[in-house]
Nanobody
């Protein structure tokens, strides 16, 4: 059973920073496309950022220049550094691992709240 465990969420003021981490187990982490998605109340889950096994990175337009995704395959970890946070970044953030052709796996999510 693949496991993805997120950490690092919390409450932060607008303009602040948070760093999310996701650690995977029972997965060939080094060949997976890793990503972060988020879901705000009443909205659909949306892509935040992805990073391929080769290091190719993709960001949602709404987070470009503010968020940075990185991975450490030796530690089976993917991180999301979030700077200049805005109230509209408030959501549950989910870690995702995509392994072709096996499938897609999700973490349990971590809450990020940006509020003064």
């Amino acid at each position: 059973q693949v496991q993805l465990v997120e950490s690092g969420g919390g409450l932060v003021q607008p303009g602040g920073s948070l760093r999310l981490s996701c650690t995977g187990s029972r997965i060939r982490f080094s060949i997976a496309v890793m990503g972060w998605f988020r879901q705000a109340p009443g909205k659909q889950r949306e892509l935040v950022a992805t990073i391929s096994s080769g290091g190719s990175i993709n960001y949602a337009d709404s987070v470009k220049g503010r968020f940075t995704i990185s991975r450490d395959d030796a530690k089976n970890t993917v991180n999301l550094q979030m700077n200049s946070l805005k109230p509209e970044d408030t959501a549950v953030y989910y870690c995702n691992a995509r392994l072709s052709p096996v499938g897609s796996f999700w973490g349990q999510g971590t809450q990020v709240t940006v509020s003064s």
